[in-house]
């Protein structure tokens, strides 16, 4: 099996200072802030192309975190209030309020192109083939639906959901359309599948059956997924457990969830996160078909350490017990910056860990 991109990476990196500093001024001068964008885009760029990456992404320098893409893009979110969450850190008993998100109070409205805004640049100065990130549908109605107002207007998740669905696939066809080489889907809210204290959550805050909104789930990111099917077009999605300021918010491997969604989900590439003890063991890649590739998360962006190459090496020769060595890759478990801050390390470190990550798929596959 030819697989592209041994050495891959989740998309977002560190803002560089300059840039968080034009972002955060309270009078931002928008011309000047989008041409510290185009500066520190370029810079990334040809870091990536130096430490010899096939595939290249802006860093999300454009967005405000992650999803800003299309929070940003579309009109409906009262970002004043929020669904409160706690949030762990990376040293026992170490917690934080999680990010707000905002609250979904009127019918959704699209005002601009999602990625507009950041594609067409991509398409000039990318050195090689383009990776493009888009949050999950699933994303919204676990964090933006609220009983009492988001109601109003949704009658329940589902309603939301297949309203967001409509959005991100319009989104994802043009982009196969327009010779993006590789599309994620970026969808950390399967972990609340996977963590009992998240399953109990559905049931209380969401007021349903957490087997059946999986389900539903899956088959939303497969529409999606089915709309930019293209030959030339690598479909990929990458599930986490929380990524904010170096901080997670759920824990436990991807076991109660593995069968259903690994089986069915209609992707090329799962990008799973196994850089420590919270993401359970390797056995749960036993229910991917044998026809996709998985990239193993094993470079934690959450702290600043160096992992060793061999004890890298080491985990994707366990994980090549379960799951073909020649249907594997290798990336970060998740992005530096999910959020503007991002996590508590350096961009040396960042690039650091890039430059292990990109020796150490030319040391295992060549």
Same mark, same amino acid.
């Given at each position: 099996?030819?697989?592209?991109?041994?050495?891959? @990476?989740?998309?977002?990196?560190?803002?560089?200072?300059?840039?968080?500093?034009?972002?955060?001024?309270?009078?931002?001068?928008?011309?000047?802030?989008?041409?510290?964008?185009?500066?520190?885009?370029? +810079?990334?760029?040809?870091?990536?192309?130096?430490?010899?990456?096939?595939?290249?992404?802006?860093?999300?320098?454009?967005?405000?975190? $992650?999803?800003?893409?299309?929070?940003?893009?579309?009109?409906?979110?009262? $970002?004043?209030?929020?669904?409160?969450?706690?949030?762990?850190?990376?040293?026992?008993?170490?917690?934080?309020?999680?990010?707000?998100?905002?609250?979904?109070?009127?019918?959704?409205?699209?005002?601009?192109?999602?990625?507009?805004?950041?594609?067409?640049?991509?398409?000039?100065?990318?050195?090689?083939?383009?990776?493009?990130?888009?949050?999950?549908?699933?994303?919204?109605?676990?964090?933006?639906?609220?009983?009492?107002?988001?109601?109003?207007?949704?009658?329940?998740?589902?309603?939301?959901?297949?309203?967001?669905?409509?959005?991100?696939?319009?989104?994802?066809?043009?982009?196969?359309?327009?010779?993006?080489?590789?599309?994620?889907?970026? &969808?950390?809210?399967?972990?609340?599948?996977?963590?009992?204290?998240?399953?109990?959550?559905?049931?209380?805050?969401?007021?349903?059956?957490?087997?059946?909104?999986?389900?539903?789930?899956?088959?939303?990111?497969?529409?999606?997924?089915?709309?930019?099917?293209?030959?030339?077009?690598?479909?990929?999605? @990458?599930?986490?457990?929380?990524?904010?300021?170096?901080?997670?918010?759920?824990?436990?491997?991807?076991?109660?969830? &593995?069968?259903?969604?690994?089986?069915?989900?209609?992707?090329?590439?799962?990008?799973?996160?196994?850089?420590?003890?919270?993401?359970?063991?390797?056995?749960?890649?036993? $229910?991917?078909?044998?026809?996709?590739?998985?990239?193993?998360?094993?470079?934690?962006?959450?702290?600043?350490?160096?992992?060793?190459?061999?004890?890298?090496?080491?985990?994707?020769?366990?994980?090549?017990?379960?799951?073909?060595?020649?249907?594997? &890759?290798?990336?970060?478990? +998740?992005?530096?910056?999910?959020?503007?801050?991002?996590?508590?390390?350096?961009?040396?470190?960042?690039?650091?860990?890039?430059?292990?990550?990109?020796?150490?798929?030319?040391?295992?596959?060549?």
């Amino acid at each position: 099996m030819a697989v592209p991109y041994r050495a891959d @990476h989740v998309g977002s990196f560190l803002r560089p200072k300059q840039l968080l500093e034009a972002r955060r001024a309270d009078a931002p001068n928008t011309e000047r802030l989008h041409e510290i964008e185009d500066q520190s885009i370029l +810079c990334a760029l040809a870091k990536q192309k130096e430490l010899g990456f096939q595939i290249f992404t802006d860093g999300e320098f454009r967005r405000s975190n $992650f999803m800003g893409d299309f929070t940003e893009a579309v009109e409906g979110f009262n $970002f004043g209030e929020g669904i409160a969450r706690t949030w762990s850190g990376q040293q026992p008993g170490q917690r934080m309020q999680g990010p707000v998100r905002g609250i979904i109070t009127e019918k959704l409205r699209v005002v601009r192109r999602l990625t507009g805004h950041e594609l067409p640049f991509m398409k000039q100065h990318s050195p090689g083939d383009v990776k493009m990130t888009l949050p999950s549908a699933t994303q919204f109605p676990s964090i933006a639906f609220k009983f009492g107002v988001t109601d109003k207007v949704y009658k329940d998740h589902s309603a939301l959901l297949w309203d967001i669905v409509e959005i991100i696939k319009g989104e994802m066809v043009r982009l196969a359309s327009e010779g993006v080489n590789y599309i994620q889907i970026d &969808a950390p809210r399967y972990s609340y599948y996977m963590d009992p204290k998240w399953r109990d959550w559905i049931r209380e805050n969401m007021r349903t059956d957490p087997e059946g909104a999986l389900s539903e789930a899956v088959k939303a990111d497969n529409a999606c997924l089915k709309a930019a099917r293209k030959p030339g077009v690598t479909l990929a999605i @990458h599930l986490c457990r929380g990524n904010a300021r170096s901080h997670w918010y759920a824990e436990g491997g991807y076991d109660a969830v &593995a069968e259903k969604l690994f089986s069915t989900l209609e992707v090329d590439r799962f990008l799973l996160e196994y850089d420590d003890a919270r993401s359970g063991t390797f056995e749960p890649l036993r $229910f991917i078909p044998r026809d996709k590739v998985v990239v193993l998360g094993l470079i934690s962006s959450k702290v600043a350490q160096l992992e060793k190459q061999d004890d890298v090496i080491r985990r994707i020769d366990e994980a090549a017990k379960f799951f073909p060595l020649e249907n594997l &890759a290798l990336s970060p478990q +998740c992005g530096f910056a999910s959020v503007l801050d991002g996590n508590a390390l350096s961009e040396d470190e960042q690039w650091a860990k890039m430059q292990l990550v990109a020796d150490t798929a030319r040391r295992v596959w060549g």
